[in-house]
């Protein structure tokens, strides 16, 4: 009896480790080009934690007004394909970018329906009212969605788009 007893509770425990580890699998979206929620004004440090070495890091000035200019820290990720813009070694900006972005021949990002931009980037566009929404037909823009102060798609046509900025703040 006590073998059955040892043997059941050896099934069970392999029975919740294959379960935890499948939820863990379907967690991760391959249609999430990056939950951006968890990049919200997160440090270097941070930033470099999720995203491993940057390709490219480039300090430069941001000219805020005639007299005032703030240092910025761009890193760069995955051959360009995302942009993280830093001030005061926070993420204030996320820029990602589609191959078509630097080569006219490659494909663009695409979307179904509008609200595939947001699950793109992890946002649940329930989440989202219809009030933060703007589409002028060739850009489209999402303001205020919790911690991020805005999306915004510079130019799309039809179904398909190059860049998407995301910012954490009204810096840039």
Sequence with gaps: MKKVYVLLTGLLVLLVLALSACSAQESKDPNVLLNVKEFNLISSKKLLQKMGE???????????????TLPMTT?????????????????????????????????????????????????????????????????????SIGKIRYIWVPSYEGNSYDEIKISFSDLL
């Design 75 to 143: 890193y760069t990720f995955q051959n360009n394909r995302f942009e993280f813009i830093l001030y005061d070694d926070k993420v204030q900006r996320i820029s990602i970018y589609a191959d078509s972005y630097n080569d006219f021949t490659a494909p663009s990002f695409s979307f179904n329906e509008k609200d595939d931009i947001l699950r793109a980037l992890g946002i649940d566009p329930a989440t989202v009212p219809e009030s933060s929404r703007i589409d002028t037909g060739q850009a489209l823009r999402y303001e």
């Design 54 to 68: 940057p390709e490219k890091v480039e300090n430069w000035e941001y000219q805020k007004s005639e007299s005032e």
